[in-house]
């Protein structure tokens, strides 16, 4: 077993390499170095849903792609299922639950396991509460003689918090300063889920928010999303938040913050807004809004009157204040 000096330098470097690693080849990359302090010869790393522990990001390594529909169809027979579950954060061992002989000469094994080669397992489930999030780590070696030693076990009970912590920083750091995505303050609250609201990735903050505002919830989003096409993205009102929507292929980055005094302008009136808060004069804006000036500057005093106040100064205060807020 690695010493502690060790743990810490692998643990620093999965938080450390996030900037460098594409976000969808992270938690790849993350069971790569893994490997090199636990030996095993394929892994599975699901994350799912707390109500139906459906994997809707699945990362596997040694393994291919029918593997977690074979996982699927077999969990009703899987006896380690319900040990892993009543043991999150503690890894089980496939041998603890059931024997060698029995599981050897079990449906289960002639069904998942034994197309793999797969003879012992060491797995382990990691839930957090606060989002609903499940994550499944199970690790496996194809040598029955091989087996997960206790210290091995320690191991990756310690590592399964970082390895779930650090593939979350790694995508909201990509989000926030990737090349592809824009920067807004309000993704400070992000989080990513699907069209049927079930998070993929979301943090604290957002859900911090959510539970603000919808005390009642439950694990998924409190509202309906509506459907989005490839490239459109649309801000909403949803009680008395903004919630900000942006596809990201079949997902949807889902951004919020309370609403403020800015979100009763118009459109129109927000764009100029934002020019004038970076400093441009009426005849800049106008330019690049296709406006003639003296349009820029109606809009704007109607801005003045609908928050109540009379200079840029204050404006841009106003400005500040609620991208705080977010």
């Not at 920067?183 to 992000?190: E, G, H, K, L, N």
């Amino acid at each position: 077993m690695p010493d502690s000096r060790t743990l810490d330098e692998f643990i620093s470097h999965l938080y450390r390499s996030a900037t460098r690693i594409p976000p969808n080849q992270y938690r790849e990359w993350a069971l790569e170095q893994l490997s090199r302090v636990i030996d095993f010869d394929a892994a599975f790393w699901g994350t799912g849903n707390e109500a139906s522990i459906n994997f809707h990001y699945v990362t596997q390594v040694g393994l291919d792609k029918q593997y977690a529909k074979r996982l699927k169809a077999t969990m009703e027979i899987n006896p380690i299922r319900d040990a892993v579950i009543n043991n999150l954060g503690k890894p089980v061992d496939m041998s603890e639950v059931i024997d060698d002989e029995a599981f050897f000469n079990s449906p289960l094994y002639r069904k998942l396991f034994r197309p793999y080669g797969i003879k012992r397992i060491l797995a382990s489930g990691h839930l957090d509460s606060k989002n609903g999030l499940y994550t499944l780590l199970s690790l496996y070696r194809f040598d029955r003689e091989h087996v997960f030693t206790e210290q091995e076990r320690e191991l990756q009970q310690h590592l399964i918090f970082h390895l779930v912590s650090a593939v979350s920083h790694a995508f909201f750091l990509h989000l926030r300063v990737g090349d592809e995505l824009q920067q807004t303050v309000d993704q400070a609250t992000s989080a990513i889920c699907d069209q049927q609201g079930c998070f993929h990735e979301v943090q604290p903050r957002f859900v911090a928010l959510l539970n603000e505002h919808f005390p009642e919830r439950g694990t998924t989003l409190p509202f309906a999303l509506p459907k989005l096409s490839s490239n459109e993205s649309k801000t909403i009102e949803v009680g008395q938040l903004a919630v900000s929507l942006k596809p990201m292929g079949e997902l949807i980055i889902v951004s919020l913050r309370p609403l403020g005094p800015l979100d009763q302008l118009s459109k129109r009136e927000q764009e100029i807004v934002e020019f004038i808060c970076k400093g441009l004069s009426f005849k800049e804006v106008a330019k690049s809004l296709s406006l003639a000036p003296s349009t820029v500057s109606n809009h704007l005093y109607r801005v003045y009157d609908k928050l109540g106040i009379s200079s840029r100064t204050e404006l841009a205060q106003l400005v500040s204040a609620q991208n705080s807020e977010a």
